[in-house]
């Protein structure tokens, strides 16, 4: 299994601009996760979904959003990136039950200038 | 949701054990205790987790109080490669959506 994958691994963005974080994952998850996490700081979770059509909103929702319309894959798109959404950005999944064990995966580093 | 306090860091030296301690006096009866660490450009990775008794693991051990007011991760060995943030986080276990509310966590340095 290749766990959860990222794309890309970094970017860089001009203010305004749009685009989709990719994140996949194979071992048939139904929870994926959508955090960011800025210098020095802990995770902010951003969007989470529990299965394939259904998303729900995290702590900093704005400016984002996702959609799941598979149960591999959950992309994360900026519509109109600004300098604050200058991140590190964590795609997580688990499988449901007992453990709530998260995997993350390699992360992708934005910057918008 | 329920908050955890941790030390900012601390330091251990290698081969020796490390206690990590984190205080999560607002509690609820069901939430979990959790344990993740991050190392140097990686994402988070889970270490260990717990309700009420204590937990052991290849990883860790986990020690609960018996009031539930506290916790500490146990590293029985150090070793440089444990150098990391270490984050201890309340799951709230109504709703079922697994959501892992982060602190700053403690970062560890460990010295050969």
């Known amino acids: 299994n290749a766990g959860v994958t990222q794309t890309p691994k970094f970017r860089i963005l001009k203010i305004g601009q749009s685009m989709t974080l990719q994140c996949a994952q194979d071992?048939?998850?139904?929870?994926m996760y959508w955090y960011r996490q800025d210098p020095g700081m802990g995770l902010k979770l951003i969007y989470y979904s529990v299965g394939a059509g259904i998303t729900d909103k995290g702590e900093v929702p704005n400016g984002y959003n996702v959609s799941r319309s598979t149960t591999e894959d959950f992309p994360l798109r900026l519509e109109l990136a600004a300098p604050s959404q200058t991140s590190v950005y964590f795609c997580a999944s688990r499988l449901q039950g007992e453990s709530y064990e998260q995997y993350f995966g390699p992360g992708t580093r934005l910057t918008v200038t | 949701d329920a908050k955890t306090t941790q030390p900012n860091s601390m330091e251990s030296n290698e081969e020796e054990p490390v206690h990590l301690p984190c205080n999560h006096s607002?509690?609820?009866?069901?939430?979990?205790i959790h344990w993740y660490r991050q190392l140097p450009s990686q994402g988070p990775e889970y270490v260990i987790h717990?309700?009420?008794s204590n937990v052991n693991n290849r990883m860790a051990s986990l020690a609960i109080a018996e009031d539930r007011k506290s916790s500490t991760l146990i590293l029985h060995r150090a070793t440089l490669r444990d150098a990391a943030v270490y984050y201890c986080i309340l799951r709230v276990s109504s709703g079922n959506t697994g959501k892992l509310i982060f602190g700053q966590g403690t970062t560890l340095q460990v010295k050969p």
């Open positions: 607002t509690i609820s009866g069901t939430d979990y």
């Open positions: 717990g309700l009420t």
């Open positions: 071992m048939n998850h139904n929870y």
